[in-house]
Structure formats: C-alpha cells, structure tokens
C-alpha cells in the first residue's frame, strides 16, 4: 500500500515524522516536530541505515515491508546509538531474527549495554568496507558527532554519505523528502538550533569529521533528521563548518536580559537603541525569563556580538542568566564581541561576575559595563546607548 520513496534508484527513504513529541531529549521544545530518518538499501543483501523511535515501530515495519516483501533484511548499519534512532533494534532482530547488526567496537559495546544484545553482530573499524551486491558501504568513524561511537557510512555506489545526526535538523518533513521536494527555508534556523544545542560543544571532533570526509565525492547526504541534501550540499558544509568553529554565520547582536522588575530591561531596551540609532540592524532580544534557552543559544551561535544584562540576585547573578552562562562554557563558544550590564539594590555583583565570565571565554569586550543602582538614572542611560554604539562599530 506504502509507495516507496526513492533517494536514488536503490536506496529508499523510510524514516517517520514525530509531530507528538513536546520535547527532544525531554528538554528541547519542537515547535515543527522531528524527524527520525532511516534509509533501506535494496541489493542482493538487503540494508538499512539506523533505525527510529521505538514509538513508531509499526509504521516503520510497514515502509520496510513496501519495498522489501518477504524478503528478510540482511544487515542493520547503525551510526549512532541515542534511543531516536537505535530504539527499533529489538523490534527488528523480532521480524529479521536474522538481521546483523553492523558498528564499531564502541556501537556494540552500546547495543550490549542497552539492549542486551551480543549475538549476530559485526564490528567494523575505520575504512572497512562492506558489499551488498552492486552497492559497496565503507565506515568512517566520526567520533563524538553527536557521541563516541558515532560513524559515518558512505555508499560508494551511489555516492551517498548516511551521516547520522551530521547535518541533521529540527523540523518534520512536511511531503517531499530531499530538498529538490521542497522549500528549505523554515529549516535552516532550525539546523543552528539543532547544532548549537546538541553538537556545539564539539566543534573540534566535527572539524575533525569534515576534514576525512572531505575527500569523498559526496552527491546525497542522508542525515538522521531533517531533509535529504542533494542540491544545497554546499550551503549544509558550509554551515557545519563556520558552527564548528565557533564562526558567527552574521555580524548581528544578540542582547539576552534577565529582569525582575522592568529596571534592567530598560538598560537592555537603550542598549538596543543605541545599536539601531548606529546603524546595525540585525538586533536580537531575548528575556531569559521567557525565551527559550534552545533558541538563545541558537542565536549566540549566529550573530557576533552577544550582549548579556541582569541583575544582582542573592549576591549572585540572577539565576536565569547563570544558567544560560553555564550553557555557553559547556559549548565553549569562541570568538565574540561581548559587551554586558547590570544592575543592583544595595550590593553590586552581577557586572563584575559577568565581566569575569567574558574573561574566561577570552572574549573582547567592546566598552565599559553600565551598572545600575535600582533604577536608571541619566548616566547610565547614556552608557548603556554608547554600548550599543561602540558594539555597532565594531560589527
Ligand atoms: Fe538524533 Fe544524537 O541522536
């Protein structure tokens, strides 16, 4: 009944979309859904590419079943062990006992751990290959793109890399599956995203990656989520490239604020007039109490200037704004124009912790911090304008 959905004459696509989750890995909101991209390679043996969500195994069954009949599945190539995509290995050794189970020493040591499995398994180790019939694979290990163990698979064929969650994105695929079938636009915001919050802190190992893969004739790239590139394989490099290493994609500013009262946001708000009234006009906002964290991150990654304000909590920082500084050490971010403020009721902390923050990112910061005493007065609004300036004249 399912027609097959062909991403050459012999390799089908035959992943699902995920429009319930309201969250990926319980934590990053979906606002388009994901998802979970699986491919069949129809040969002499039969293959697949990575698996999907236990949740949506009878479907995922029924499109292996449209191309394969009754003939068994011969080889499972697994080039990434997180749950979205190694969570139907059960339901496959269940329908194909047969099934081989094809990885790395570190892929299998994962299969063992969680899913008991030890039996009909092959492990592969860099630049082995492995024949089909017509289609030969050969296995690059791309370690820590998104997981130790996580490989890449190149159809020498066909000349299709299967990337795992490389290139990979936020997003369902709404009809078409390759970006000929489609309108790419909505997913290229989403590919930051994706990237800053799940790949970004290891931009050496995806460096790494891009570097060995650099010598193959790639045509299709069949990444784990998100659309199958074909024809904008340029631009997916390039932006992989530029994000891995720490290269803002424009020379915007992103002001990201916390604020109890309105006092500190006012200090943002003239921040962001002095940006406009200098020219820049790829200004960003965040209230780090209402945006999420996922999207914040998602722009500190694509613009130059980052711009961050709060107040003084607890002899702290507010706690909001601590955290997403957690966030952005754990990536290691590199390379931004900083500029920050802050504010107080009777002790000041939040300029000097933030400033210590940038001095430990090596961050240039663009001028001295306004820093507040429970309301604006007319000094600081006059900083808080030349920050803006002098972060727009250095854009
Ligand atoms: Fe899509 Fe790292 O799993």
Same mark, same amino acid.
Request: glycine letters at 8%.
């Given at each position: ?12 696509y ?16 979906l606002?388009?859904?994901? +998802? ?7 040969? #002499? ?8 969500d236990?949740?949506?195994?009878d ?5 292996? =079943? +449209? ?25 496959? =050794?269940?329908?194909f ?17 969680y899913?008991g499995?030890?039996d ?7 630049g ?29 064929t ?25 309108d ?12 800053a ?11 790494k990656?891009?570097?060995?893969l650099?010598?193959l004739?790639?045509? %299709?790239?069949c990444? %784990?989520?998100?659309p ?30 916390g604020?109890?009262?309105?006092? %500190? ?15 820049? =006009? ?19 990654f ?22 997403l500084?957690?966030?952005?050490e %754990? =990536? ?10 802050? +504010?107080?009721?009777?002790?000041g902390?939040a ?5 210590a923050?940038?001095?430990q990112?090596?961050?240039e ?10 309301a ?6 006059e900083?808080c304008?030349?920050?803006? #300036? ?6």
């Amino acid at each position: 009944m399912l027609k097959k959905r062909p991403i050459t004459d012999s390799i089908f696509y035959i992943g699902v979309n995920d429009r319930q989750k309201h969250k990926f890995e319980n934590m990053l909101p979906l606002p388009h859904g994901v +998802s979970y991209n699986s491919y069949l390679i129809e040969d #002499e043996k039969i293959a697949i590419i990575d698996s999907v969500d236990s949740c949506f195994g009878d479907l995922f069954i029924d499109k292996i =079943r +449209s191309i394969a009949g009754t003939r068994p599945v011969d080889y499972l190539i697994i080039n990434h062990m997180e749950p979205d995509h190694s969570g139907s290995i059960r339901l496959l =050794r269940s329908y194909f006992p047969h099934i081989t189970l094809v990885g790395n020493n570190k892929t299998l040591d994962m299969v063992k751990g969680y899913y008991g499995i030890c039996d009909n398994t092959l492990e592969v180790k860099d630049g082995d290959t492995l024949t089909l019939g017509r289609h030969t694979l050969q296995f690059h290990l791309t370690p820590m793109v998104h997981w130790p163990e996580t490989m890449m698979t190149f159809d020498q064929t066909d000349h299709v890399l299967f990337a795992g969650d490389g290139f990979g994105c936020f997003g369902t695929l709404d009809g078409g599956i390759t970006d000929e079938q489609m309108d790419t636009e909505k997913y290229w915001d989403e590919m930051v995203r994706y990237y800053a919050n799940i790949v970004g802190k290891y931009g050496m190992p995806v460096q790494k990656a891009l570097q060995k893969l650099s010598g193959l004739p790639i045509q %299709t790239i069949c990444s %784990t989520h998100g659309p199958v590139w074909h024809k904008q394989i340029a631009r997916v490099v390039d932006m992989y490239d530029k994000l891995s290493r720490y290269e803002p994609l424009h020379q915007g500013v992103v002001i990201v604020y916390g604020s109890m009262y309105g006092h %500190t946001e006012q200090m943002a708000e003239t921040v962001a007039q002095g940006l406009a009234e200098a020219g820049q =006009r790829h200004i960003v906002m965040h209230n780090v109490s209402t945006s999420d964290a996922s999207d914040i991150l998602r722009d500190i990654f694509k613009y130059k200037g980052l711009v961050i304000g709060c107040p003084t909590y607890s002899n702290e920082l507010y706690p909001a704004v601590d955290a997403l500084l957690k966030k952005i050490e %754990t =990536r290691g971010i590199k390379n931004r124009l900083f500029g920050c403020f802050g +504010s107080y009721s009777w002790a000041g902390v939040a300029v000097k912790r933030l400033t210590a923050f940038a001095g430990q990112m090596h961050w240039e910061t663009v001028c001295p911090s306004p820093e507040e005493k429970q309301a604006m007065q007319p000094a600081e609004y006059e900083q808080c304008l030349q920050l803006g #300036e002098q972060m727009a004249a250095r854009l």
